[in-house]
């Protein structure tokens, strides 16, 4: 199981750290990734992450804002957001895949999402 937490309202230019933790298995063999859904919106791809950490990919607008990483000692995934825009408020989910995509068909476990709101 995954759990997603760390949420919350920030203003425009605030941070928040994401975290995903795993529970009942280990995702170690698992690239991670996180996704958002704005209201009205089908959920986008975000950031990934490689089991071994190593490499990372990132959609375009959240490049250079948002860093995705991960200790799998702790069975957990950090997403860190930094530069928050009103653009960024979605509920944000994380997945593993034994796959490198951002397709979100390729993910076989997904956790419960985490709400996070940009006011202007």
């Known amino acids: 199981q995954l759990q997603a937490s760390g949420g919350g309202l920030v203003q425009t230019g605030g941070s928040l750290r994401l975290s995903c933790a795993a529970s009942?298995?280990?995702?170690?063999?698992?690239?991670m990734g996180w996704f958002r859904q704005a209201p009205g919106k089908e959920r986008e791809f975000v950031a990934l992450i490689s089991w071994a950490g190593d490499t990372t990919y990132y959609k375009d607008s959240v490049e250079g804002r948002f860093t995705v990483s991960r200790d799998n000692a702790k069975n957990t995934v950090w997403l860190q957001m930094n530069g928050l825009k009103p653009e960024d408020t979605a509920v944000y989910y994380c997945?593993?895949?034994?796959?490198?995509?951002?397709?979100?068909?390729?993910?076989?476990?997904w956790g419960q999402g985490t709400l996070v709101t940009v006011s202007s």
């Open positions: 997945a593993g895949t034994r796959g490198w995509s951002s397709q979100q068909s390729t993910y076989t476990y």
């Open positions: 009942g298995r280990s995702f170690s063999g698992y690239n």
